[in-house]
């Protein structure tokens, strides 16, 4: 049989700036580009509901554009050592090529796959395919790793921005005979088939969609990123997460589709956020338990509180404070939330109901289309001030405050909480405020058709100020 290389699709769904594929070229052998749902990573953290949809309309989207350039994408379900030792009994594959992963466990398997591969003279290699720079690379002077979001960005932009490996193939080299592949549907990721329905409205996966994403985004909103991406009402921000996260587009192809324009503000801040993408994967490979371990070891001994019924609330956008319960629902209704009021709501969550951060950043995994292992925990840990360079103990957004200043008409709110619609300006951010002519007016009644707050703002500040304090003790 004549050789062959297996190429390991992952979080790397793309066929442009992608250097195992680019790898694959090189060795002008036929490829068999294979994708392996792998039950080792459901054992250690299983994806999301979202991630799940997205990943079977991104699967279903890389394989048509393998047909695109002669070849196809081979399906298979199973622990990934096993699957590849199969598959290379089967087809005598002299090759396996990847872009690496940096979740802890991740790191363990392809390690040990890599050894066992070498073992029998089979060429094993892994490349760069998600970052700009791998982890270990940016260190400062003296060498040591940053784990400050400033010095780490000046320590990266010094270096300069490398540029993407490859454009897209016209042809892959297809094998003479293909292997048996499951069909996508068969991986079962679309479990719960009416949540996810929706999603459709939202987005389109695929590499294709995120390149006519970033071109619009570059073109109508990119100039005044600075100042609008802190609105969730615009559409100030380029919604690339979850294209990112499973690699449709990599950052390189990014921020080299903006290094032509003339540097402003704007453009300072959106390069300064896929920097922060980056500089979580550094957390993450530094502080590998980050998705359930603080990085400030203290907070181990935090007492938090256990209300589950506050928890439900919460996720349920039933908290009675409408900023805080818009970005819970546009979560639920769309699979994404704006950065702003993530960070409102993680807030709420750790500070005015001292609820562990563990418990939101499962719902956020579980809820994103985005979720993604490295800026999920890490935004978590920011905000509830336990993580590395976090926001100080004593940031505890005011909800009703963050709701004036960002979403100053109430457009956000009254998209996603509909029964608010008729609420004057004046209350929108305080419903409890307005009398009951004016609730009545409005088609309210507070406590049945929206909720009471379910803390009291100055109460739940104290309160926590002075829980964060002790542990200042
Ligand atoms: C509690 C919390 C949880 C979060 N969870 C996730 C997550 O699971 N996945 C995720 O991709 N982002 C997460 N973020 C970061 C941020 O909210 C999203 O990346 C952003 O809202 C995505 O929208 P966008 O693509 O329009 O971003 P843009 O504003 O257009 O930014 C461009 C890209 O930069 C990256 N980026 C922007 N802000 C951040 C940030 N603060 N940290 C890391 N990367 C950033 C993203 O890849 C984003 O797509 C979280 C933030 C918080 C506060």
């Known amino acids: 049989m004549k050789q062959q290389t297996i190429l390991w699709f992952r979080f790397d769904l793309r066929l442009s700036d992608n250097p195992a594929l680019k790898k694959a070229i090189d060795l002008n052998l036929p490829v068999l580009p294979i994708f392996i749902y792998d039950e080792e990573d459901a054992q250690s953290r299983s994806l999301g509901s979202a991630s799940k949809w997205w990943l079977h309309k991104s699967l279903e989207n890389l394989s048509s554009e393998l047909e695109l350039v002669g070849s196809k994408l081979l399906i298979f379900r199973g622990k990934a050592e096993e699957v590849l030792q199969k598959l290379i009994d089967d087809t005598k594959a002299t090759n396996v090529l990847w872009n690496r992963r940096y979740e802890?466990?991740?790191?363990?398997?392809?390690?040990?796959?890599?050894?066992?591969?070498?073992a029998q003279s089979i060429n094993a290699m892994s490349f760069n395919g998600s970052l700009l720079y791998e982890p270990w690379e940016i260190k400062s002077k003296i060498g040591n790793p940053l784990k400050v979001f400033t010095p780490y960005k000046r320590a990266l932009l010094s270096k300069g921005i490398p540029e993407p490996v490859n454009s897209k193939p016209s042809k892959l080299l297809s094998p003479t005979k293909w292997p048996v592949s499951q069909s996508i549907d068969k991986l079962k990721l679309i479990e719960n088939k009416s949540w996810p329905i929706k999603f459709h409205n939202y987005w389109e996966p695929g590499s294709?969609?995120?390149?006519?994403?970033?071109?619009?985004?570059?073109?109508?909103?990119?100039?005044?990123?600075?100042?609008?991406?802190?609105?969730?009402?615009?559409?100030?921000?380029?919604?690339?997460?979850?294209?990112?996260?499973?690699?449709?587009?990599?950052?390189?192809?990014?921020?080299?589709?903006?290094?032509?324009?003339?540097?402003?503000?704007?453009?300072?801040?959106?390069?300064?956020?896929?920097?922060?993408?980056?500089f979580s994967h550094n957390l993450l490979w530094y502080f590998p338990n980050i998705?359930?371990?603080?990085?400030?070891?203290?907070?181990?001994?935090?007492?938090?509180?256990?209300?589950?019924?506050?928890?439900?609330?919460?996720?349920?956008?039933?908290?009675?404070?409408?900023?805080?319960?818009?970005?819970?629902?546009?979560?639920?209704?769309?699979?994404?939330?704006h950065n702003r009021v993530r960070m409102i709501v993680a807030s709420f969550l750790t500070k005015h109901l001292l609820l562990p951060w563990q418990l939101g950043e499962k719902w956020f995994w579980d809820t994103l289309l985005d979720a993604d292992p490295a800026s999920n925990t890490s935004g978590w840990q920011w905000v509830s001030g336990c993580g590395a360079d976090a926001a100080p103990y004593f940031r505890i957004f005011n909800p009703i405050i963050q709701?004036?200043?960002?979403?100053?008409?109430g457009n956000y709110i009254k998209k996603f909480i509909p029964?608010?619609?008729?609420?004057?300006?004046?209350?929108?951010?305080?419903?409890?405020?307005?009398?009951?002519?004016?609730?009545?007016?409005?088609?309210?009644?507070?406590?049945?058709?929206?909720?009471?707050?379910?803390?009291?703002?100055?109460?739940?500040?104290?309160?926590?100020?002075?829980?964060?304090?002790?542990?200042?003790?």
């Open 104 to 118: 802890p466990w991740a790191v363990k398997r392809d390690r040990l796959i890599k050894e066992k591969l070498s």
């Open 208 to 278: 294709n969609k995120a390149k006519e994403k970033l071109e619009i985004f570059i073109s109508d909103a990119l100039h005044d990123y600075n100042i609008n991406r802190d609105i969730p009402s615009i559409e100030g921000t380029s919604k690339l997460s979850p294209h990112l996260r499973f690699g449709e587009i990599s950052p390189k192809e990014v921020l080299n589709s903006i290094n032509h324009i003339e540097e402003n503000d704007g453009i300072n801040v959106y390069k300064s956020e896929i920097i922060w993408r980056e």
């Open 291 to 337: 998705h359930n371990t603080p990085i400030k070891n203290e907070f181990e001994k935090f007492e938090w509180d256990n209300n589950e019924a506050n928890l439900i609330a919460w996720k349920k956008g039933l908290t009675g404070y409408p900023i805080v319960d818009a970005g819970m629902r546009e979560l639920w209704a769309t699979g994404w939330m």
């Open 403 to 409: 709701g004036e200043k960002f979403d100053p008409d």
């Open 419 to 473: 029964e608010l619609n008729k609420l004057p300006k004046k209350f929108i951010h305080e419903p409890w405020k307005a009398d009951s002519a004016i609730l009545k007016n409005s088609d309210i009644k507070l406590g049945d058709t929206y909720p009471n707050p379910i803390v009291d703002h100055k109460f739940a500040r104290e309160r926590a100020l002075n829980k964060y304090a002790e542990l200042r003790k």
